[in-house]
């Protein structure tokens, strides 16, 4: 295969007591430098290091021009591969390594250790996973895989590469590297170790998740109509991410998604407040109220990416039953008309106080294209009673300042009445509205009849 001092009974004594392998020439891009690089990976047949300097003789040979000759020399205890040569040429098919001759400190250089092609190959070794090279550990956090490895017994990595998910990673570069899940095939589940064209699967392989903070979720407890409803979630690894979206639901069917903000920053706590009225109906999704009367359930649910094992749990929902009165239950009954457009009245929320001779009608009703809103306080210098509210009256009065009318929920846009009447009858438990009564932009009439508030 190779010759080694053989004419000379004293020198072949000396030369061949090591056999020298030549088991690969790599040739390798450095991006950084914007060179290529020519390692050459020289062994032993115990795989010990060197113990005396060698020369190295090869000549380098670029297509479509003459061989360059160039000389290395490779220090005792040196470990293998070797940078034998660099070249600022662009393209490494270009780029070829014809011979390599060894020359030993014990021979002549007449009498080197020469190596071909042929030889190369035939020196080649099968690779062994049952070595121990490398220790490589992936790790999974969520929809990230990261693998870091570390070299064994004083291992050298380079030339060494990583085959896992139909990506190959260099081991020569860094300690760690990290994949998106769509950057990997996780079908493609062999994991290989590649060496000089060689390789091998690896039997043991360290898989673990990354670890984590499991969260909580609180919701105010108890609760009434008319409170407002604050949701705390705390978890440490959203930490710094200022804010959070959760979506609110409750058994009458309303959803409200919201956004909780950070207390405080780093802190990993975060809340939000939602105002809740009360009523038997659900309100419109995304109007910022939530619509809720006793043993109404509001439920709110948070997926934990990880927690404390560094596991995906199931997600966190937690609930509260709605506690106090329930709204009335009887209908409202009758619609009212503003601008030319009818509006059937659903929802009707009361505050009253007889004592003062003061009523505030809040009327709501939500169709497909608009929301509509109409607050009607009616005064009287004595007792509340059935009557005719008019503008302008001494007794029987509508109260400008607490009464407007407000399209689409633009609070900062209510439109106040000018002019006309409200007609209110008490019976023995409901009320009765017959309403005119004009803004800027047009008349509001109708018929309204709601129970007493209990």
């Not at 072949?12 to 060179?35: H, L």
């Not at 021979?107 to 080197?112: H, L, R, T, V, Y």
């Not at 030339?159 to 760690?176: K, P, R």
Request: with cysteine; charged share 20%; net charge negative.
């Amino acid at each position: 295969m190779w010759t080694s001092c053989v004419d000379d009974e004293d020198i072949d004594a000396n030369c061949s007591q090591i056999d020298y392998k030549v088991t690969k020439v790599t040739i390798s891009r450095n991006y950084m430098a914007s060179i290529y690089e020519v390692y050459l990976n020289l062994s032993t047949p115990d795989g010990k290091p060197f113990t005396e300097n060698l020369t190295i003789n090869f000549d380098v040979a670029r297509r479509g021009s003459s061989n360059d000759s160039e000389t290395v020399v490779i220090k005792a205890g040196d470990a293998s591969p070797y940078l034998i040569y660099e070249d600022e040429g662009m393209d490494a098919d270009l780029l070829y390594v014809r011979e390599i001759e060894i020359i030993t400190e014990d021979c002549p250089e007449s009498e080197a250790i020469v190596k071909d092609n042929d030889d190369i190959n035939a020196d080649t070794e099968e690779l062994s996973c049952d070595a121990e090279i490398v220790d490589i550990k992936e790790i999974r956090c969520g929809d990230e895989y990261t693998f870091e490895w570390s070299a064994l017994n004083g291992e050298s990595l380079n030339g060494y590469t990583f085959s896992v998910y139909g990506v190959e990673i260099n081991l020569n570069t860094g300690n760690s590297a990290t994949y998106k899940l769509s950057e990997l095939n996780l079908n493609q589940t062999s994991r290989n170790l590649i060496f000089e064209g060689n390789s091998c699967e690896l039997s043991s392989f360290n898989v673990s998740n990354c670890t984590g903070t499991t969260g909580t979720l609180t919701l105010t407890d108890p609760i009434e109509g008319g409170d407002n409803l604050t949701v705390t979630l705390a978890d440490a690894d959203l930490a710094g991410s200022g804010s959070y979206q959760l979506t609110i639901t409750t058994s009458l069917g309303e959803t409200e998604s919201v956004t909780l903000s950070e207390t405080e920053a780093q802190s990993g706590i975060f809340e939000y407040s939602i105002p809740t009225i009360l009523s038997a109906t659900k309100g419109a999704n995304g109007d910022g109220f939530l619509h809720i009367e006793k043993d109404v359930i509001v439920s709110v649910t948070y997926d934990d990416e990880f927690d404390n094992e560094g596991n995906n749990p199931e997600p966190i929902t937690s609930t509260v039953i709605v506690g106090g009165e329930l709204a009335p239950t009887e209908p409202v009954v009758g619609e009212v008309t503003y601008k030319g457009v009818t509006y059937t009245l659903d929802d009707v929320v009361y505050l009253d106080d007889p004592e003062e001779g003061l009523i505030t009608f809040y009327l709501k009703n939500n169709t497909e294209s608009q929301e509509f809103y109409a607050a009607i306080s009616l005064e009287s210098s004595t007792t509340l009673s059935s009557g005719t509210y008019t503008f302008g009256a001494q007794d029987f009065f509508v109260n400008t300042e607490l009464s407007d009318i407000n399209l689409e929920n633009q609070v900062d846009t209510a439109v106040p009445f000018t002019s006309g009447s409200v007609e209110l009858t008490v019976g023995t438990d409901r009320y009765t509205l017959v309403i005119n009564l004009s803004t800027a932009e047009g008349t509001l009439t109708g018929t309204v009849e709601a129970a007493f508030p209990e």
